[in-house]
């Protein structure tokens, strides 16, 4: 069912992928302790580059001068409440973690 709230490239549709990083952190999680260092590093460039790739995409298809993104609707869904929260806590919340596992030391 579509409702056209969202940009097009921001839904399941689209080029969002950023719940990969999510589901992959929730499964990893509990193996982190027993994974080697370059592995789990490697896993955080990786889920980092989604981060970013999503972040991205989400300012080139908002309302602003930035805009390259011409979908329909433009991306002012996240101007609103509940979702504010995803710019504002989420997406400041992944990478504060992402920050934390890169200074990680190894043990």
Do not use: Y
């Amino acid at each position: 069912m579509q409702e056209n709230v969202a940009d097009p490239t921001m839904t399941w549709t689209g080029t969002s992928f950023d719940i990969l990083p999510g589901i992959s952190a929730l499964l990893l999680c509990p193996f982190a302790d027993r994974m080697k260092p370059r592995s789990l590093q490697a896993w955080n460039v990786a889920m980092a580059i989604i981060l970013t790739f999503t972040v991205v995409t989400a300012i080139l298809a908002a309302p602003t001068p930035f805009r390259q993104i011409e979908g329909v609707p433009p991306n002012v869904l996240l101007a609103r409440f509940p979702f504010i929260w995803l710019p504002g806590l989420l997406v400041t919340s992944a990478w504060l973690g992402h920050i934390v596992l890169f200074r990680r030391r190894p043990s």
